[in-house]
């Protein structure tokens, strides 16, 4: 799959990614789907971007929420991502006025889109 999400937030919120203190180690490395677990090749992956999360049992600061957090690098299985797209498009399109009127010109509507069809193929 050739579609990354590096620096998407719009579209990453609509996937809706677990916390890293939700993750394993091998989920937060990008070596297993971010939902389901499953192992991941290089070819079929689709990248989520770099993350930026607190790690399990920590909480955040109430000075500094920034001090403790750690980066961590998702990644998802085609049938994964093709299912959190699907759900992302039908919670995004109704809320969003560009989608009413011309769902073409949505950036987020497209990408969503998009990873549907590539994670169904």
């Not at 809706?16 to 490395?29: C, F, G, N």
């Not at 403790?68 to 109704?94: N, V």
């Amino acid at each position: 799959m050739r579609v990354t999400l590096q620096g998407n937030a719009a579209v990453l919120q609509y996937l809706e990614l677990p916390p890293l203190s939700a993750v394993t180690t091998d989920q937060s490395r990008g070596a297993a789907c971010v939902w389901c677990t499953a192992r991941l090749v290089g070819d079929t992956a689709v990248d989520l971007g770099e993350q930026m999360g607190l790690p399990a049992g920590e909480e955040p600061d109430p000075y500094e929420p920034d001090r403790d957090l750690m980066r961590w690098y998702p990644r998802a299985c085609p049938k994964c991502i093709a299912d959190r797209a699907h759900k992302g498009l039908f919670a995004h399109t109704p809320e969003c006025e560009q989608c009413v009127d011309e769902a073409a010109l949505c950036p987020v509507g497209r990408t969503l889109y998009r990873l549907v069809r590539e994670g169904r193929r």
